[in-house]
Structures are given as C-alpha cells and as structure tokens.
C-alpha cells in the first residue's frame, strides 16, 4: 500500500538556524499537503502542492514538490521560537497518508 | 464559520465495550475522514466518508466501523475494544479531495 516516509524524526535547532524536512512516497502523488501540530494540539493545514516542481512560499516557509511527484521539503528560514511543534507531510491518492512527522525544537 | 467539532473530547473505557465518537464537519464540508494518532506517532487513516457512504479505507480491523448522516456529520464506532485502541481519534473534513482538511481537536480514548 501506499506510504510515506519522512526524515528527520527530530530536529534541534537554535534559534535563528534553517530547517528542513523531507518526505517521500512510494507512489505518484496527485497531491502533497503539509500540517503542522503544536504539542497538545491537532494538525492544521498549511498548503497543498498539486503540479510537478511546485515551489510555493508563505513567509519564512519554503514547500517544494518533487518533479516525479513523489517527494517534498519543507524549509523553514530562521527559525523562531513560535515554529515549535511536529509537521507532517501527507501525500493523496483518494486517501491521505500522513508520515510520521519531524519534531522540531528551537532554544532561545 | 464553525470548524470541526469532535465528541467527546476525552473518554474512559473498559477493554472488551463498544465506543462511538462523534464528529460534526466544517461549514461546507462534505467529505469527512477518520485517523487514529498513537502518542508520538502520525495520523493514521481509519476511511473516509462521502454521501453517506464509505469511499477509501486504511488498514482497520472490522471492529472499526463507521457512519455519515444526510448533514454530513459522522460516527466513528469501534467494538471489543483493546488496550492498544487507546489513541486519538481525529475527524478531519474536507470539500471532497485535493482540497486540504481540517481537523478537529479529536477524541482522546483511553482504554483500561
């Protein structure tokens, strides 16, 4: 069946570095979306990436889709204290998987 | 506009009893799905509902059934439960698919 992987499983950070994160699916994606969980919290939709080598930005956060539509990255620039929490690619083909998140921590 | 609204937001149960969650979707939603999220875990789809009707299933056992209603809102029932059922339960809705979901703030299950 379809699934998705992702890595890193954890990531720490000081404040003010980048972080990346990247997924990958074992099949043709006809969508990617990225959520991010705050601790405590449930997922929140970010974006959806749909057409092939897709690149969108929203502030200091940078989503790439894949050219074979099956990998992403998300990468966030200088980081701040407010980015802390778990996020998680999913990737759709009449489902959406969810992989299993990469944990982000960033000290002060 | 009212988001995703689960019921209820914590539960106790006995291994071996029966548990229904509930969910009421988002204003213009039609489209509901069901995850299951292990502590330090990603969501794990249950199915997916969509005119009253099951569309897509994950890799749940027949204990895990479940409902949408003509408004759309949705059940999710789970029989004999066992100690590993104990998660959160995560109802996430959506204008049908490729448009992102939203989810609601789940069920907590705690089975003992």
């Known amino acids: 069946g379809q699934q998705v992987m992702q890595i890193p499983q954890y990531q720490h950070v000081q404040e003010g570095e980048d972080f990346t994160t990247y997924c990958n699916s074992s099949t043709t994606l006809s969508n990617i979306q990225w959520y991010k969980q705050r601790p405590g919290g449930h997922p929140v939709f970010l974006i959806q990436l749909v057409k092939s080598g897709e690149v969108k930005k929203q502030k200091r956060l940078t989503f790439q889709f894949g050219e074979a539509k099956k990998n992403s990255s998300l990468h966030i620039t200088a980081t701040q204290t407010t980015d802390v929490g778990t996020y998680f690619c999913?990737?759709?083909?009449?489902?959406?998987?969810f992989g299993a998140g990469t944990r982000l921590a960033v000290h002060p | 506009d009212a988001g995703v609204t689960q019921s209820p937001t914590h539960l106790i149960k006995t291994r071996g009893q029966q548990v229904t969650l509930r969910c009421s979707p988002k204003s213009g939603h039609d489209t509901v799905s069901w995850y299951q999220q292990a502590l330090g875990q990603g969501p794990q789809f249950i199915f997916q509902y969509y005119e009253e009707e099951e569309r897509q299933r994950g890799n749940f056992p027949d204990r895990f059934s479940g409902h949408q209603f003509p408004n759309y809102s949705s059940e999710l029932n789970v029989n004999a439960l066992l100690l590993g059922d104990s998660a959160l339960y995560l109802c996430?809705?959506?204008?049908?698919?490729?448009?992102?979901?939203?989810f609601g703030s789940g069920t907590r299950l705690t089975v003992v």
């Open positions: 999913a990737g759709e083909n009449n489902k959406l998987i």
């Open positions: 996430a809705s959506s204008l049908g698919q490729g448009n992102g979901y939203t």
